[in-house]
């Protein structure tokens, strides 16, 4: 049996210009163990009044999961002193993942993978080969530290 998930969940409903939009923060523990709760709780806010393809559940679901992984393990080196933040922006026509942790960040020009198949059998750089290729849009703060990915609604 797994330990309750340690989440602090805020979630805030605002107008939008296309619409509504609902805002989910969530303070993750780095713990690896939380990723999986985590993805399946920003989802179900995200996708909750919307109709959504199995494809982009699954796109947002793996691309959320990397993004954790990576400011986790690589961010914020499982410290348990830290957490990763999490914010989830669900509007009418698109949804925006923000995931920041508190480590140095990494310059995202320099990282070893370079999108080629062969790389991918490198744990260095894989998860953001999925997320580039899974998500519409995706764009890092300078420090590095921060992610912001956009998935359209179709």
């Known amino acids: ?16 210009p296309a619409g509504s939009a609902v805002e989910v923060t969530l303070r993750v523990p780095s713990e690896v163990a939380c990723i999986e709760e985590t993805v399946e709780l920003v989802a179900r806010h995200c996708f909750t ?6 494809r982009q559940r699954f796109r947002l679901r793996v691309a959320l999961s990397e ?3 990576n400011a986790i393990i690589c961010g914020n080196g499982e410290d348990p002193r830290k957490r990763v933040l999490v914010r989830a922006e669900c509007l ?3 949804i925006l993942l923000h995931v ?4 140095p960040g990494f310059d995202p020009t ?7 198949p062969d790389d991918l059998d490198h744990p ?6 999925l997320i580039e290729n899974l998500m ?12 912001c990915m956009t998935l359209r609604r179709h």
Request: aromatic share 4%; proline share 5%; glycine share 10%.
């Open 49 to 54: 009044g919307h109709r959504a393809t199995t």
């Open 92 to 94: 009418p026509d698109r």
């Open 67 to 69: 993004a954790l992984a």
């Open 100 to 103: 920041t942790d508190e480590g």
């Open 1 to 16: 049996m797994t330990a309750p998930l340690k989440l602090c969940v805020r979630r805030s409903e605002r107008r939008a």
């Open 136 to 147: 519409d849009h995706v764009r890092f703060n300078v420090p590095g530290n921060s992610i």
């Open 110 to 116: 320099t990282r070893c993978d370079k999108g080629l």
């Open 124 to 129: 260095c750089g894989r998860g953001l080969f």
